[in-house]
């Protein structure tokens, strides 16, 4: 079965750079979660989209932005990179249908370090 | 405040010994509870859920998880753990008030290592 697919999966920025962090969700999902999970840490809720528009917003940083697009790909796009960016960004999916709304589908993630 | 907390942060066993992991949540309103797996170097994977109904439920791997609503507990359990099994565990709950968000909020996570 398709899963949730980001890109890229491994990323090395310099302080004060830009990156920017792509998710594709399961097919047919509608809507989309950013979570950041640093070092030792649980993940953090940063923001959602449901239908191309913002669901809910979590402990995002201002210098961070989000967007989904039409085909439902989603892209956390980061500036002004500091070190304590560095973290693991994972994306996940649902589809909001009954009580599948409840269940996300996690993708690969991706490693962001800030040298 | 909405919070999930797991008592056990390490946690090591020998191989067929039982296993059961805390996990209580505080959350205004019906829930729905997770557990997830993170195994090394991989994201994080479902095993089991609980939304409603019978309260034990059953997941992938030989996992149970029983929801105690009394407790606000949602332990996870498995009768006999195989080295494959160390990873880190998530507890993690989000509401079913019909919101826009069904956001998860996780717990700190339990770090198993199963020793052979």
């Known amino acids: 079965a398709a899963g949730v697919i980001q890109s890229p999966r491994h990323l090395i920025k310099e302080k004060r750079e830009t990156a920017t962090l792509k998710c594709y969700p399961i097919?047919?999902?509608?809507?989309v979660y950013w979570y950041q999970q640093g070092p030792g840490q649980d993940p953090q809720f940063l923001i959602s989209?449901?239908?191309?528009?913002?669901?809910d917003k979590g402990s995002i940083p201002d210098r961070f932005s989000a967007q989904q697009f039409s085909d439902y790909h989603s892209e956390l796009n980061m500036s002004s990179l500091e070190l304590g960016d560095s973290a693991l960004y994972f994306c996940?999916?649902?589809?909001?249908?009954?009580?599948?709304?409840?269940?996300?589908?996690f993708g690969p993630g991706t490693r962001l370090t800030v040298t | 405040a909405q919070s999930v907390s797991q008592h056990n942060h390490h946690v090591i066993l020998s191989e067929a010994a039982s296993l059961e992991l805390g996990c209580n949540y505080s959350y205004g309103g019906t829930v729905n509870l997770f557990w997830y797996v993170q195994y090394p170097g991989q994201h994080l994977q479902l095993l089991l859920k609980?939304?409603?109904?019978?309260?034990l439920v059953k997941g992938i791997k030989g996992f149970e998880a029983e929801f105690i609503k009394s407790k606000f507990s949602f332990n996870l359990r498995k009768p006999s753990v195989q080295w494959s099994d160390t990873a880190e565990y998530f507890c993690?709950?989000?509401?079913?008030?019909?919101?826009?968000?069904?956001?998860?909020?996780f717990g700190t996570g339990t770090l198993l290592a199963v020793q052979p």
């Open positions: 989209f449901y239908e191309k528009m913002q669901s």
């Open positions: 993690a709950v989000n509401g079913r008030d019909g919101g826009a968000t069904n956001k998860l909020i």
């Open positions: 609980y939304f409603s109904g019978d309260p």
């Open positions: 996940a999916s649902s589809i909001r249908q009954g009580s599948s709304s409840y269940e996300q589908y």
């Open positions: 097919p047919r999902h509608d809507t």
